[in-house]
């Protein structure tokens, strides 16, 4: 037990150590501050980590994971990290980045009682719902989960226009809200081209008087 914990710690001083071999000045930039272009909104699961996956480094992408990269408008956790992201970082892209084989879309499709994650699975239920005659369609349960996965990035960045935050900053300056899966078949990311950039795709009934 002790040395699975202490693993961490080993490797945080052979990281730290060999950033510092590449770049002597690599902490003492990053203690002057963040600049990040992005703001990632991904699922919590272990292997969809944003740096990593995106060949990035610290401070070059701001985060928020949750069970299935959720939006959920009464979520204060996502939606003070989007306004601190959008407002004061000035991000210039959103990312909600899915990943196909995600256990919390898998669960969702079944009606096992997760406990009180049922009450986090719930909002993709309302995705599945949404779109159940074209997944009720698909015989292949793995297949389905996996469209389930594409369509829930989808409403997620739907999710994301229609919040007052993105909607308000489009009226001073540039902000793009993209979807993309991630596969680990071949660890590579698809763009699903649903991407907003003002609020003229909107749909009226979201759109705010600012
Ligand atoms: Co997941």
Redesign the pocket.
């Known amino acids: 037990m002790r040395r699975l914990y202490e693993r961490l710690l080993t490797g945080n001083k052979q990281w730290a150590a060999e950033k510092l071999k590449d770049n002597p000045d690599f902490f003492k930039k990053l203690s002057l501050g963040q600049n990040p272009e992005y703001l990632w909104i991904g699922?919590?699961?272990s292997r969809?980590p944003a740096n990593e996956i995106t060949n990035t480094e610290s401070g070059e992408i701001f985060v928020h994971r949750n069970?299935?990269?959720m939006v959920v408008h009464t979520d204060m956790n996502l939606l003070s990290v989007l306004y601190y992201a959008v407002e004061t970082l000035k991000v210039k892209h959103v990312i909600v980045c899915?990943?196909y084989?995600?256990?919390?879309?898998m669960a969702a499709m079944e009606n096992k009682d997760q406990g009180f994650v049922n009450n986090w699975l719930r909002n993709i239920k309302e995705v599945y719902n949404k779109n159940s005659e074209e997944l009720d369609a698909i015989t292949d349960i793995k297949t389905r989960g996996n469209r389930l996965v594409e369509l829930n990035v989808i409403e997620q960045v739907h999710n994301l226009a229609k919040t007052k935050i993105v909607q308000q900053h489009w009226k001073s300056r540039e902000l793009e809200i993209h979807g993309w899966v991630y596969g680990f078949d071949n660890g590579l990311i698809k763009d699903l081209e649903v991407s907003y950039s003002d609020i003229q795709n909107v749909e009226p009934i979201f759109r705010y008087d600012i």
């Open positions: 699922c919590s699961d969809v069970i299935a990269n899915g990943h084989g995600c256990g919390g879309i």
